[in-house]
């Protein structure tokens, strides 16, 4: 049970129970629900209700059986003394059908229950009324009581498959999503050192072409001045070279003359 349906059933109460009653003033050991469960065992009161052989005293008895096995005595203690309440055993009247009514719908208004879908508090409260329904029928007949309970218990074991399923499909989802986000983290990490190299290489790559551009400009400069001074050579060699043409000329023709 929720947190939330322990504080609707806490506070909610369609049941119909007796009295209190004072049972003990010394502290003393409480039946757990399944013990109570066990005591009051419903192969038992088959078999005592298909004997169609008891007496009102025994019917009562069978029909109180049945009844508890709705609901399970109360038991609390208040300063040492043990207090004791069971579901009442008083037929009935249409007044208090309507007023099982009235309750019903306001409390589905008051804890504001959703009208469509999963709700606790819903849930909650159709269960206590279908329990006052089955105390109801039980006494005026044991055996339907019975058969409502097991109905009862049916449709609660199916209602707790579903929430099995619900909540290892839920689980399911979760591992899914922790799985997605883990490998999301991984990614964004290999991404972030991926981006990292990639900075890296292009600082290199900057580096090396801003080298190879001042390796390029150097060997045109030098390449430049070789050719200038290669230039400078030829033009000095071509000058010694009309010089020394413009002297063998000049000794040679007196000598023709």
Same mark, same amino acid.
């Given at each position: 049970?929720?947190?939330?349906?322990?504080?609707?059933?806490?506070?909610?109460?369609?049941?119909?129970?007796?009295?209190?009653?004072?049972?003990?003033?010394?502290?003393?050991?409480?039946?757990?629900?399944?013990?109570?469960?066990?005591?009051?065992?419903?192969?038992?009161?088959?078999?005592?209700?298909?004997?169609g052989d008891y007496v009102d005293e025994a019917k009562q008895h069978n029909c109180t059986e049945v009844l508890n096995s709705i609901l399970p005595p109360r038991e609390w203690e208040?300063?040492?003394?043990?207090?004791?309440?069971?579901?009442?055993?008083?037929?009935?009247?249409?007044?208090d059908v309507k007023n099982l009514v009235n309750k019903f719908d306001s409390y589905l208004k008051e804890y504001n229950a959703k009208e469509v879908g999963i709700c606790p508090i819903?849930?909650?409260?159709?269960?206590?009324?279908?329990?006052?329904?089955?105390?109801?029928?039980?006494?005026?007949?044991?055996?339907?009581?019975?058969?409502?309970?097991?109905?009862?218990?049916?449709?609660?074991?199916?209602?707790?498959?579903?929430?099995?399923?619900?909540?290892?499909?839920? !689980?399911?989802?979760?591992?899914?999503?922790?799985? #997605?986000?883990?490998?999301?983290?991984?990614?964004? *990490?290999? &991404? +972030?050192? =991926?981006?990292?190299?990639?900075?890296?290489?292009?600082?290199?790559?900057?580096?090396?072409?801003?080298?190879?551009?001042?390796?390029?400009?150097?060997? !045109?400069?030098?390449?430049?001045?070789?050719?200038? #001074?290669?230039?400078?050579?030829?033009?000095?060699? *071509?000058? &010694? +070279?009309? =010089?020394?043409?413009?002297?063998?000329?000049?000794?040679?023709?007196?000598?023709?003359?």
């Amino acid at each position: 049970m929720t947190t939330i349906e322990r504080v609707i059933s806490s506070e909610v109460n369609l049941v119909q129970f007796d009295v209190p009653k004072l049972i003990s003033t010394k502290p003393m050991p409480t039946l757990t629900t399944q013990t109570k469960q066990n005591k009051y065992s419903m192969e038992n009161n088959v078999r005592s209700m298909d004997s169609g052989d008891y007496v009102d005293e025994a019917k009562q008895h069978n029909c109180t059986e049945v009844l508890n096995s709705i609901l399970p005595p109360r038991e609390w203690e208040i300063d040492g003394k043990i207090f004791s309440q069971q579901i009442s055993i008083q037929p009935a009247t249409n007044r208090d059908v309507k007023n099982l009514v009235n309750k019903f719908d306001s409390y589905l208004k008051e804890y504001n229950a959703k009208e469509v879908g999963i709700c606790p508090i819903k849930q909650e409260i159709y269960s206590q009324c279908f329990n006052e329904v089955i105390r109801q029928v039980t006494l005026n007949c044991a055996e339907r009581g019975y058969m409502l309970i097991r109905i009862r218990d049916e449709l609660q074991m199916t209602i707790d498959g579903y929430k099995e399923v619900y909540e290892s499909a839920l !689980a399911h989802g979760i591992r899914k999503s922790l799985q #997605r986000e883990h490998r999301r983290t991984e990614l964004l *990490k290999s &991404a +972030n050192y =991926l981006r990292s190299d990639n900075e890296r290489f292009e600082a290199e790559l900057k580096k090396i072409t801003l080298k190879t551009e001042k390796i390029d400009q150097d060997t !045109a400069e030098e390449r430049n001045a070789l050719v200038k #001074r290669l230039t400078e050579e030829l033009d000095g060699v *071509k000058k &010694a +070279n009309q =010089l020394v043409k413009d002297q063998l000329e000049s000794i040679v023709t007196p000598k023709r003359k």
